[in-house]
T-cell receptor, first 112, second 114 residues
Framework: AQSVSQHNHHVILSEAASLELGCNYS??????LFWYVQYPGQHLQLLLK??????LVKGIKGFEAEFIKSKFSFNMRKPSVQWSDTAEYFC??????????FGSGTKLNVKP | NAGVTQTPKFRVLKTGQSMTLLCAQD?????MYWYRQDPGMGLRLIHY???????AKGEVPDGYNVSRLKKQNFLLGLESAAPSQTSVYFC?????????????FGPGTRLTVT
């Protein structure tokens, strides 16, 4: 079975600190990669996606992610977090046409 | 557009009871999915559908059944609920458009089985 690993389960940062969340997957073939965000009390929303091309992708709110094929990784970064970034972040992999695998999530708390 | 909606938002069941969760989308998407979210485990795919009248098993299908009688609706049924099915259930949809793999999620249904 495919697996998606998120290394940090809970991250606490102060505002303006930099953020990096790790994501590794196990599938060896062609993949589509995603980061979703779930703000408190809300549903999951797409933050970043990678299908092909430039391995560095930029999303909303200053988030970016880098696909490194040799490391099976899709790590996400933000140079300076805000209190409003407090949320849970999920990495996801689409390895077969309709099979999506999600990581266990990382809860980010940003202290004002 | 309402997007993806789920009914009900919360439900408490006793072991052995049955219920149906309804997912509705107004975006004319062909593909629909049911996931469960458990603490520390992320989302796991239960069943999915690629079109009206078709369904397929996902990663954790046991104990659940689904139906897609109308394109806009995807129902998830629990015939005999068990405490292990206590979870938050999310529905998602996406269009068939080539290269479009973004899923649109509903707000979730929190189910507790006692």
């Amino acid at each position: 079975a495919q697996s998606v690993s998120q290394h940090n389960h809970h991250v606490i940062l102060s505002e303006a600190a930099s953020l990096e969340l790790g994501c590794n997957y196990s599938y060896g073939g062609t993949v589509n990669l995603f980061w979703y965000v779930q703000y408190p009390g809300q549903h999951l929303q797409l933050l970043l996606k990678y299908f092909s091309g430039d391995p560095l992708v930029k999303g909303i709110k200053g988030f970016e992610a880098e696909f490194i094929k040799s490391k099976f990784s899709f790590n996400m970064r933000k140079p300076s977090v805000q209190w409003s970034d407090t949320a849970e972040y999920f990495c996801a992999v689409n390895a077969d046409f309709n099979k999506f695998y999600f990581g266990s999530g990382t809860k980010l708390n940003v202290k004002p | 557009n309402a997007g993806v909606t789920q009914t009900p938002k919360f439900r408490v069941l006793k072991t052995g009871q049955s219920m149906t969760l309804l997912c509705a989308q107004d975006m004319n998407h062909e593909y629909m999915y049911w996931y469960r979210q458990d603490p520390g485990m992320g989302l796991r795919l239960i069943h999915y559908s690629v079109g009206e009248g078709t369904t397929a098993k996902g990663e954790v299908p046991d104990g659940y059944n689904v139906s897609r009688l109308k394109k806009q609706n995807f129902l998830l049924g629990l015939e005999s609920a068990a405490p292990s099915q206590t979870s938050v259930y999310f529905c998602a949809s996406r269009p068939r458009t080539s290269g479009s793999y973004e899923q649109y999620f509903g707000p979730g249904t929190r189910l507790t089985v006692t």
